[in-house]
């Protein structure tokens, strides 16, 4: 059987096409091998209630500037979306939760450290345009003709049933069940809440005095009573399977310096004693 062969000269082995193509191979491969190659960042991993946003991103970028060669990651949701994510095992270094109760379970569950408070918060009305003419005080709230709470186990939901049972009791039976029949819905966290007002959606609803500040001229805020208000207290905690468990801890601190109490205080919440 003949056997065709290219034209001489014209024939490359494959060793042939090795050796042309080594020298690229070699500084594809060692591109990333200069010793003045920057490292990859570490990276600290933070789950902060929905209402933490503005706040936290401030301190996230102090931190960073404070931590070279740290990346910190936000991750921002309701309080019990976050509870649920970390008992189903999500990776996470730091847990800022709304309220203590959900803090309490996953340290009950082992998943958390003892928790700290770092920041306080109360609740306001928040009024639309619309209906500004007809809610110009808390004692108005049963004027609104559409109203939106939070749902009944996410912290802003809780807040303001204990706020309606007060309210109740001081303004007369009745006030509460007068509220619950303008709810039209109930929201999973509190920008939910604050979004619908926002838009237009519904006239009035309840979200903490930090959210209301973040809307600006969207919305009315209509403060509350003292002696009705809710004043609540947010814990953090570092989480027992944290990947970088001396950042984590770091993160905490920065919190309760001076500086992060400054960052947490321009996004409208309270202080606590500072470090």
């Known amino acids: 059987m003949a056997v065709t062969r290219p034209p001489k000269g014209r024939g490359v082995t494959r060793l042939g096409w090795l050796g042309r193509l080594w020298p690229a191979l070699v500084l594809a491969v060692c591109g990333g091998c200069d010793s003045a190659a920057v490292p990859p960042k570490r990276a600290l991993v933070v789950f902060a209630a929905a209402s933490l946003r503005e706040g936290f991103i401030a301190e996230e970028q102090r931190f960073e500037r404070l931590n070279p060669g740290v990346d910190v990651q936000l991750n921002f949701a309701g309080t019990p979306e976050l509870r649920a994510q970390l008992e189903h095992g999500a990776s996470a270094d730091v847990f800022a939760s709304a309220d203590d109760a959900h803090m309490d379970a996953l340290r009950a569950a082992g998943v958390t450290d003892a928790p700290v408070p770092f920041a306080r918060n109360a609740l306001v009305v928040v009024v639309s345009s619309e209906a500004a003419a007809r809610v110009r005080r808390f004692e108005d709230l049963p004027n ?16 303001t049933a204990r706020l309606l049972e007060r309210a109740d009791a001081a303004l007369g039976l009745g006030f509460a069940e007068r509220v619950e029949a303008r709810v039209i819905s109930r929201e999973l966290n509190v920008r939910q809440v604050l979004a619908k007002v926002s838009l237009g959606e519904a006239d009035a609803g309840v979200v903490y005095r930090s959210d209301a500040l973040v809307a600006g001229g969207a919305v009315h805020t209509l403060e509350i009573p003292e002696a009705l208000n809710v004043v609540m207290l947010y814990p953090i905690a570092t989480l027992r399977r944290a990947a970088e468990p001396a950042l984590a801890a770091a993160w905490v601190r920065a919190l309760l310096t001076p500086e992060g109490q400054d960052s947490l205080a321009a996004a409208g919440f309270g202080r606590v004693t500072p470090l």
């Open 144 to 159: 609104a003709a559409r109203l939106v709470l939070g749902a009944a186990d996410v912290p802003v939901g809780r807040y």
